[in-house]
Each structure stands twice: as C-alpha cells, then as structure tokens.
C-alpha cells in the first residue's frame, strides 16, 4: 500500500519541480524584459536607442529611463538654453533700449533674440514674449512678441517709454514660455512718458549728461555714466522727434 504512495508522490514532486522551473524561467524572461528601457540621446539625430541597462546607456553618452519606451524621452528641440540665446544690442547694454517707433524705429530699440537649445539647435517657430513693467508703459499698438524664422531669430521694435533703472525683472523676455533674460534696466529716450523724444527728455538728459544730477534714466548703456555712448542713442530719435503713434 505504500509503493503507490511513494510512486505517486514522486511524480508529484516531478510535477512540482517542472512547474517551479518553469515558473523561474517565466520570471528570468520577465526580469529581463523589464530591465530594458530607452536610452536618451537627446542631442543625436537618432535621438533615442532602446538599451538593457543604464551601464550601457551611460556607455552611449546618453541618460536611461528605466522601463521606458523611446517616446518617453524629453524632446530638447523646443526647449531654450538661457544661456545659449543671444540678445542683440540688449545683452551687451545690459538691458533694453526702448523708445517710440515713429517715424523710424532707433536702431538700439530693435532687438534680436535667437533662441538656442541645450544642444547648440537654433530652435524655430519659438514663440518669443517680451514684458515690460508699468515704469515703462509700451505705445499703443506696440507688438512685443514674435515667432522665431529657420536661423532661431525673430526682431522686435521696443516701441515704449519711461525709466526702470536697477529695478530687477522690469525686462523679461521669455522663448516658448520659459524665461531666457531678465533685464533690471530698460530705458528710454523719452523718459518722460509724454510718448515722445522731445526738449523734456533733452533737458533731463543734459543734467545728467553735465552732472548736475546723478547719472540714472539716461545712462542707456547701463556703463555708469551719462556721457558720449549715450549720447550717439539719444541723437537720432531726439532728432527726428520719435513718437507714439
Ligand atoms: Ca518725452
Ligand atoms: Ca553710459
């Protein structure tokens, strides 16, 4: 009576152990299908590889997302580098030039802003946004956003007035919704706020110019002094008496 017992609980066993093994080969293919994931190569023109390990992704320069898929990986493409973008003349005045447009725009109130991603990308179609603070109040009509072309640039005439002198976040410009530049200067010829360049904003510019008060709202070029560089930005809209529409 015990020979069929033995019998049957060695096939039991048999029958056990064939399932157990099955059961860890299942659980090896499964390990080793999660372990794969997306390797994001986010400056390549490929942009990602799937990759069995963050070793080997390291190993392609890239960054791995555990169990993810390629479509996973963040898109750089669309993203600005603040400190990749450039914006000319108001990077190297150390804020914004604005003035009123009419009849010619000054050349210092025209600025261009070339949107650049982390990968050195000149990104196009950026939607550029430029914020001004109430010190400067923008002519009516004045449009300061633009969509960036193929080079990553887009030119926008800072058509506005007024004085923000070291007042921080007065000129914001933002690329796709993140901020690229925060100016603590934007000044204007007009600084009066009358809407146009006019004998006012001469005689306040000559105070400053003569030192008889200190230097502020018409150190345009943001060097610490009134003087001769301020003057060459001043001449022009001054002479053909700029306004506001
Ligand atoms: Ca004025
Ligand atoms: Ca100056």
Redesign the pocket.
């Given at each position: 009576m015990l020979k069929p017992r033995r019998l049957s609980r060695g096939t039991t066993d048999l029958s056990l152990l064939s399932v157990l093994c099955t059961a860890a080969l299942l659980l090896l293919v499964q390990t080793d299908a999660l372990a794969t994931g997306a390797c994001c190569l986010v400056c390549e023109p490929e942009n990602c590889v799937i990759v069995e390990d963050e070793e080997e992704c390291l190993g392609l320069g890239g960054f791995f997302m555990d169990g993810s898929t390629c479509e996973d990986c963040p898109m750089p493409s669309i993203v600005p580098s603040p400190e990749k973008c450039t914006v000319t003349p108001a990077d190297a005045l150390v804020g914004f030039f604005v003035c009123p447009s009419l009849p010619v725009p000054a050349e210092a109130s025209m600025i261009t802003v070339t949107v650049i991603n982390s990968c050195d990308q000149v990104v196009q179609n950026a939607t550029v946004v430029v914020a001004l603070a109430a010190a400067n109040p923008v002519c009516p009509g004045g449009v300061l956003s633009g969509i960036t072309n193929r080079e990553g640039q887009v030119v926008l005439t800072l058509s506005a007035s007024g004085c923000s002198d070291g007042v921080p976040l007065s000129g914001i410009i933002k690329a796709n919704g993140l901020t690229i530049r925060a100016y603590e200067n934007v000044k204007s010829p007009d600084s009066d706020t009358d809407g146009s360049v006019g004998l006012g904003d001469l005689v306040e510019f000559s105070s400053e110019f003569l030192g008889n008060t200190p230097?502020t709202c018409h150190?345009?070029?943001?060097?610490?002094?009134?003087?001769l560089?301020?003057l060459v930005l001043m001449g022009p809209p001054f002479s053909a008496r700029n306004h506001c529409p």
């Open positions: 230097t150190d345009y070029d943001n060097d610490g002094e009134t003087g560089s301020d």
